[in-house]
Structures are given as C-alpha cells and as structure tokens.
C-alpha cells in the first residue's frame, strides 16, 4: 500500500481517508454551495458514495497517482473538509486539489495551511520541483488562499471546465521547490526533510494524470 503519513500544521493535519469519513465527503458532494465553484457538478448521492469508494482505494494503486486527504481540526480526529494533490505524468510537477472545508468547520481560514503540508510532502517525499493550484476566476478570494500557501500568480486558462451550464476560466498559481523551501515553517522543514516518513518509491513511481485544480 501507497499510503501517506499524517502530515500536522499549527491548525490542521492531514491523513488518509477511512470508510468513516462517507458522511463528510457525501455532505460536501451533494451540497449546493460547497460544490459551487469545484470543477465537477454537485452529486447525488449515489454518485458521492461511488466517487468516495474510488477515493479511499487510491493507496492501493502502483504507482499511485493521486492523494485525497482529509483535514482535521488540530488534536481532533475528525474529517471537516479535503485537500488532494496530483502528480503529473511528465517532469516532477504536480497539482493541489479539491480544496473544500465544510462551513461549521474549526480550521476556517486555514486552509491555506493544508495545501502547504502537502507542498511540503511533495517537494520532499515525492521530489518534486514544480506544485501549481488553480482557482475559478470569478472565485477571487481564493487569491489570499493561494498567497498564503507561497503560490504565485501565472496565468489565466480560457474555458477550462464546464459545470452549471457554462465553461468557466482557471487563474493559476506555481511554487518551484528552492524558493518555497527557503521560506518553510519549521513543521514545514520536518515533513522536507521526511522526519518519520517512510522511504519516497522514486520517481517512476510518482506519476499522474494532469487536472484542473479545484478548490473551494
């Protein structure tokens, strides 16, 4: 199994998602306001429980290519939103994703936070050099989201997903693994230099299909 270790900031830590977390992902999935600016359409909720069983065998794949994770509040054991990365199949690039925290969940305004423990899991572990996120462009205060995550600002993607009825543009955002690096926290520099991580599988081991972000 591919499975990530758990991955804790001043606010939130991560971990992989377990069959108890169906409740959150499905409230997250079928809600009208949380999925309205993902790049999937809101499901039903067939749909979700199908999507979180696809979800929770992402371990078993080899190479495994895509991690969703569950944010939970600091000294709390319990999933109040998602943050995903995916490696790409060329180069050593990758994409934060699926970003979503549930409206009564403690670690509001923080969720820049998880995309920065998975940054630093990916320049580290994985070896990566390059993370992009991305955000609907009409969605703007997620710009102050991707700051805070030490992304920086690249370019705006014409079209890329359709949901609701209409095509909607991305505006981008990269770190490049020496500048983010020189500017992590100290639990930042733990996860970098792999402090009771296991040992990475290398780089043919790391590929992934290339998506456009989609957080909330």
Not at 10 to 20: K, Q, S
Request: with cysteine; aromatic share 6%; hydrophobic share 40%.
């Amino acid at each position: 199994m591919n499975h990530l270790p758990e991955l804790h900031g001043e606010h939130l830590w991560l971990r992989e998602l377990r069959a108890t977390d169906l409740a959150p992902f499905e409230r997250i999935h079928t809600h009208p306001v949380l999925t309205r600016y993902l790049g999937i359409d809101r499901m039903d909720a067939r749909q979700a429980q199908d999507a979180f069983a696809q979800h929770l065998a992402q371990p078993y794949s080899h190479p495994r290519r895509k991690h969703t994770l569950a944010i939970c509040p600091h000294g709390q054991d319990v999933m109040v939103g998602t943050m995903g990365l995916l490696v790409e199949e060329y180069g050593r690039n990758a994409m934060l994703t699926s970003l979503v925290l549930l409206p009564d969940a403690p670690v509001r305004g923080h969720g820049h936070e998880a995309g920065r423990l998975l940054m630093a899991y990916g320049f580290g572990h994985l070896g990566l050099h390059r993370i992009w996120a991305g955000h609907r462009a009409d969605h703007t205060r997620m710009r102050a989201v991707m700051l805070a995550a030490g992304l920086h600002p690249e370019a705006t993607l014409r079209e890329l997903f359709h949901t609701q009825g209409r095509w909607h543009d991305v505006t981008t955002y990269a770190a490049l693994a020496p500048a983010w690096i020189s500017r992590a926290t100290p639990a930042e520099q733990a996860i970098l230099r792999g402090a009771g991580l296991p040992s990475p599988a290398g780089p043919s081991d790391a590929p992934a299909q290339s998506a456009y972000v989609t957080t909330s």
